[in-house]
């Protein structure tokens, strides 16, 4: 079946400093790939997504996220982190080009010190 | 553009009333609409989805239900609120193949 697994509940990082949010997918096929941003109260904005082609790929907000089909993994990066980007992160795989069914991860909590 | 609303934006409601939460798209046309539940501290589960006017899938069994009676507009319902139906409920819209979900501002659903 598919999952996908956030292993990092809550993070905290300095501003300025560098940030890796993990996310690993179980999948069948060649997935399609998501990250989301969630402030508090508030709806999910999407950051990017992978479909196909360059494995390293750039979002909104300075973000960026490489695809590693041998290590099944999405993880998203920044090089510095600012104050604003605190907020819940959440990793999605797609499992179907007709539904545009999502199954997401449970997310993690990024906490940033000034 | 494309935009998505949803209301109420709050709600307060005692265990066995009604519910009627929804959710309008402007700027696309045929889009899917999913119904998702966020319960406090957790992730984002599932409850429906609509490929199409009156077309509904559900993904869990549960006492709400959902309608699609036009095709931008998506309806969440209850006919006797739990407890347990506490929580934040998001709304989103797609036009597949692929290119993502996108979400409503949420409503915060509290049951007394």
């Known amino acids: 079946a598919q999952s996908v697994t956030q292993p990092d509940i809550h993070i905290t990082v300095s501003e300025g400093a560098s940030l890796e949010l993990r996310c690993n997918y179980s999948?069948?096929?060649?997935?399609?790939l998501f990250w989301y941003v969630q402030s508090p109260g508030q709806g999910l904005q999407l950051l990017l997504k992978?479909?196909?082609?360059?494995?390293l790929v750039q979002g909104i907000k300075g973000f960026e996220a490489e695809f590693k089909r041998s290590q099944s993994s999405f993880n998203l990066r920044k090089p510095s982190v600012h104050w604003s980007d605190a907020a819940e992160y959440f990793c999605?795989?797609?499992?179907?080009?007709?539904?545009?069914?999502?199954?997401f991860g449970t997310g993690t909590r990024l906490q940033v010190f000034p | 553009s494309q935009t998505i609303h949803q209301w109420p934006a709050t709600l307060v409601q005692p265990v066995g009333s009604p519910l009627s939460l929804e959710c309008t798209v402007e700027?696309?046309?045929?889009?899917?609409l999913y119904w998702y539940r966020q319960a406090a501290g957790r992730g984002l589960q599932l409850l429906f989805y609509?490929?199409?006017?009156?077309?509904i899938s559900s993904e869990v069994p549960q006492n709400l239900s959902a309608s699609r009676p036009q095709d931008r507009q998506f309806i969440l319902s209850s006919k006797k609120l739990l407890l347990s139906d506490s929580g934040f409920y998001l709304c989103?819209?797609?036009?597949?193949?692929?290119?993502?979900?996108?979400f409503g501002p949420g409503t915060r659903l509290t049951v007394l």
């Open positions: 992978y479909f196909s082609g360059d494995t």
């Open positions: 999948y069948g096929a060649t997935p399609y």
């Open positions: 609509s490929v199409g006017i009156g077309q």
């Open positions: 700027g696309t046309s045929n889009p899917n």
């Open positions: 989103a819209w797609s036009v597949p193949p692929g290119l993502g979900q996108f």
């Open positions: 999605a795989v797609g499992t179907s080009y007709n539904t545009d069914k999502l199954i």
